[in-house]
């Protein structure tokens, strides 16, 4: 291969953060769950639970619409033509708007291809660990909503409760989670005392999930080999080595091409020595 013939270049990869994008994709399906919930629980101290929490995920996608649009090559092209324009309005707070974000992601499949799912499938098995925390992040966030939500409801008809709003059903509830426990807020209903049970027992692995996270986060970090591999060299690097490699096939040839001229002359040095002696 000659330093003229052109090194291909790699196709664009499409799925580059997978866990991700199933994460974000689920916290947007999540949304639409809540919208639904909003309908019937609107006029109750539940349907307040829901806009926290819905506030919350929408405050999350404006940070994520953000990052990709100042990560974005061409700014301008991210929001028109790779249609980025869905992300920012399913970002708002607002019932039902979260659909425009699901449709960017299925607009976004429709453009993959068959090799695209394949380094999806591979991406998220060779990184379990982070898979298992974003599953971890969404679980914790799916309880704290339904434990909150329930807890008003079942401690609402008890007279000495002392959970009555929906800032105090979300404080206990990440208090429990946390197992913390302050005491501030608790549950006096045999209903709400089983929530209490399953919230700290889903709390106590959600921790033991985040916990296995970080030791094989600083595990991988002593195990970081500093040089680098053969695959990031990039096509200038190759080039270059091109033509290293055709400089010397260049002087190898040169030599060789002297070698046998030398080698001619000693050849006819001899056959004239061989005449000289054969007159004598």
């Known amino acids: 291969m000659t330093p003229d013939q052109k090194i291909p270049t790699p196709r664009p990869q499409i799925v580059i953060h997978a866990n991700y994008e199933l994460f974000a994709l689920a916290l947007a399906l999540l949304q639409v769950i809540n919208s639904?919930?909003?309908?019937?629980?609107?006029?109750?101290?539940?349907?307040?639970?829901?806009?926290?929490?819905?506030?919350?995920?929408?405050?999350?996608?404006?940070?994520?619409?953000?990052?990709?649009?100042?990560?974005?090559?061409?700014?301008?092209?991210?929001?028109?033509?790779?249609?980025?324009?869905?992300?920012?309005?399913?970002?708002?707070p607002l019932p039902f708007i979260a659909l425009l974000r699901i449709l960017w992601?299925?607009?976004?499949?429709?453009?993959?291809?068959?090799?695209?799912?394949?380094?999806?499938?591979?991406?998220?098995?060779?990184?379990?660990?982070?898979?298992?925390?974003?599953?971890?992040?969404?679980?914790?966030?799916?309880v704290v909503e339904a434990a909150a939500t329930l807890i008003l409801g079942v401690e609402s008809k008890s007279a000495q409760a002392n959970i009555q709003t929906a800032g105090d059903a979300e404080?206990?509830?990440?208090?429990?989670?946390?197992?913390?426990?302050?005491?501030?807020?608790?549950?006096?209903t045999a209903a709400g005392r089983v929530i209490a049970i399953f919230v700290m027992i889903v709390g106590v692995g959600l921790f033991g999930v985040l916990t296995s996270f970080l030791a094989q986060w600083f595990v991988r970090s002593r195990q970081y080999d500093p040089t680098p591999s053969r695959e990031s060299a990039s096509a200038e690097d190759v080039q270059a080595l091109l033509a290293k490699l055709d400089s010397i096939h260049a002087l190898l040839e040169e030599k060789d091409a002297a070698h046998q001229s030398h080698s001619a002359d000693l050849y006819a040095r001899l056959d004239e020595i061989e005449k000289r002696l054969g007159k004598e």
């Open 36 to 92: 639904i919930l909003w309908l019937f629980l609107r006029y109750q101290e539940e349907g307040r639970v829901i806009i926290l929490t819905a506030v919350g995920i929408s405050l999350f996608f404006i940070a994520d619409s953000v990052y990709r649009w100042l990560r974005a090559p061409d700014r301008r092209r991210f929001l028109f033509g790779r249609r980025g324009w869905l992300l920012w309005l399913g970002s708002l």
């Open 105 to 142: 992601y299925r607009w976004a499949i429709r453009n993959l291809r068959r090799s695209d799912y394949s380094d999806m499938v591979q991406i998220v098995v060779e990184k379990r660990a982070q898979s298992t925390l974003l599953v971890a992040i969404l679980a914790a966030l799916v």
């Open 171 to 188: 404080w206990w509830t990440i208090v429990t989670m946390a197992t913390v426990g302050y005491g501030d807020k608790y549950p006096v």
